[in-house]
């Protein structure tokens, strides 16, 4: 196998190591958890992951200038991404977790909180079946409803044609995302025991290695 | 639709994994990587590992046991044990923690709690709450003062999920070990008075008390510590009981859906034709 060179940004707040682990169980060996400008440039996929609130991890890549590398990175080298949690809210434009702050902007639309029925319980903590829109890269090796861990209160809202797979939580949930290169899940493929594995694999396979 | 969480609690006292026993008496059972590595082959939904001697001896998290166990945890780990500052938080989430519980806090410092959530987004906050039945009334227990504090539970964990928590930890002391079943009517009462998941612990000793709590109440876990040490596969059995009547993820690669169980959860052996045909069945190693 031909070792992709993956790059996880390391953006201190994200649970890089979670995300590290898995990718090691897979047997990549070519990783890297960086911020530096010459990694993510020569990085063949990128991972943003994330844990925590919009407005630390957004201010924390601007603080360290990651929203011009990866701007660079992903708009105009085309490099695949995948964002994970917060790291595929940061894709949208704002969010209104805790205000309104303004997001990378690469996939049209907002992060808001789940408007859900009084009697159910918020955040959507646990691991919830995924009903796929359309063919995915990302689930290639899933059958028909593959079920992952999600841990959030806020969800992405976009055009339904960005929309790969959703999760049903009395409400639709936005599971997945994709756009050209970019891709964004909501649930934790790191956590997520053999389906996060395989969404990994599939992912990295998709990669044309140059 | 969303599946109600197995999840297994791995109780630690410095580097050692114990068995704990109405929170005072322990027996040692050895490494937690162990336990944990096990809990993940058995396809636990979540793991919540708790250092009960870190917030005891007032120092913090023992950072090197999460590094090592997270390596063996390819579910969500919560930590908890000790924390009682942001720093700690982030020094944990960078180890391989996914969340944070937090006990002593929820007395002493409710400002960390509201910051913490800012910081991490409350789904990362879990508030632990120790609950006793004392004189048939149910009050908050502090295990570092080792009393029982004048609050009801169901009032403190509506206060907990104002101040930031996004989930609640209840153990139930009464029950800690004793192997007789969830206290179901305390469970009822903060699950249906909070907008928050609710985990409940305590009183788990076999297969059909996991059947009552997903019957008769809402919680959104069941957690155990004890019970999943007994037994080979533990997890996965209690799963394939379970799984019938429930939603549960249950999609380990070998599972006993086929089988049958005594009622403490031991596998019945199959009938010998069953067993012939097996004999014959070759069943091929997935390949990720």
Same mark, same amino acid.
């Given at each position: ?40 440039? !020569? ?51 704002? !969010? ?56 959030? !209160? ?57 | 639709?969303?599946?109600?969480? /197995? @999840? ?76 009682s500052n942001i720093d700690q938080i982030h020094q944990l989430m960078q180890c391989g923690?996914?969340? /944070? ?56 964990a509506k206060k907990l999920q104002d101040i930031g928590a996004g989930e609640i930890f ?22 249906? %008075? ?25 919680? %959104? ?15 996965? /059995?209690?799963?394939? @009981? ?28 199959? %009938? ?17």
């Open positions: 196998m031909k070792q992709p060179f993956i790059v996880i940004i390391d953006y201190d707040v994200g649970n890089v190591f979670s995300v590290l682990k898995a990718l090691e169980t897979l047997g990549y060996t070519n990783i890297k958890i960086s911020r530096s400008i010459s990694d993510i440039s !020569s990085a063949n996929a990128l991972i943003l992951p994330g844990v925590g609130a919009f407005e630390e991890c957004i201010n924390n890549l601007h603080r360290y200038n990651l929203h011009s590398i990866l701007n660079d990175a992903v708009l105009i080298k085309k490099k695949p991404i995948l964002g994970i949690c917060v790291g595929m809210q940061l894709m949208a434009d704002y !969010s209104e977790e805790n205000g309104k702050f303004q997001g990378l902007g690469w996939i049209s639309g907002k992060v808001t909180k789940l408007k859900l029925p009084p009697h159910i319980a918020i955040p959507h903590v646990g691991w919830n079946d995924l009903a796929i829109n359309r063919e995915s890269p990302l689930f290639k090796k899933h059958g028909k409803a593959p079920h992952f861990y999600f841990d959030h !209160s806020y969800q992405f809202l976009c055009d339904k044609r960005f929309v790969i797979a959703s999760c049903n939580y009395t409400i639709e949930v936005t599971a997945a995302i994709n756009h050209h290169n970019i891709f964004g899940v909501q649930f934790h493929p790191e956590k997520s025991q053999i389906s996060g594995l395989k969404l990994f694999r599939s992912f990295f396979d998709s990669i044309e290695l140059c | 639709m969303l599946k109600k969480r /197995i @999840i297994g609690v791995v109780i630690v006292k410095g580097d050692i994994s114990v068995q704990s026993k109405s929170f005072s008496r322990y027996l040692p059972l050895g490494k937690p990587e162990i336990a944990i590595e096990f809990l993940n082959q058995w396809g636990v939904d979540e793991i919540i590992m708790l250092d009960i001697s870190a917030s005891r001896k007032g120092v913090g998290p023992n950072l090197s046991l999460v590094s090592k166990v997270a390596q063996k945890c390819l579910v969500p780990l919560t930590v908890g044990g000790g924390v923690a996914d969340k /944070i519980s937090l006990n002593q806090a929820t007395f002493n410092n409710h400002k960390f709690i509201t910051q913490a959530a800012k910081v991490f987004g409350n789904q990362c906050i879990v508030a632990s709450i120790d609950a006793i039945k004392e004189d048939n009334e149910y009050y908050v227990y502090n295990y570092i003062k080792e009393r029982s504090v004048s609050i009801n539970p169901t009032d403190f209840l153990n139930n002391i009464t029950l800690d070990g004793s192997q007789t079943g969830f206290d179901i009517s305390l469970i009822n009462m903060i699950a249906n %008075s909070i907008s928050i998941p609710l985990i409940c612990c305590g009183g788990a000793g076999m297969p059909k008390h996991f059947l009552e709590v997903l019957t008769k109440t809402n919680v %959104s876990g069941v957690a155990a510590a004890n019970l999943f040490n007994y037994f080979e596969h533990s997890v996965t /059995i209690i799963k394939s @009981i379970a799984f019938k009547d429930h939603p549960i993820r249950h999609d380990s690669t070998y599972t006993y859906n086929e089988a049958n169980f005594c009622e403490l959860g031991r596998v019945q052996k199959k %009938s010998d034709k069953i067993l012939e045909k097996m004999l014959f069945e070759k069943i091929e190693k997935e390949v990720i």
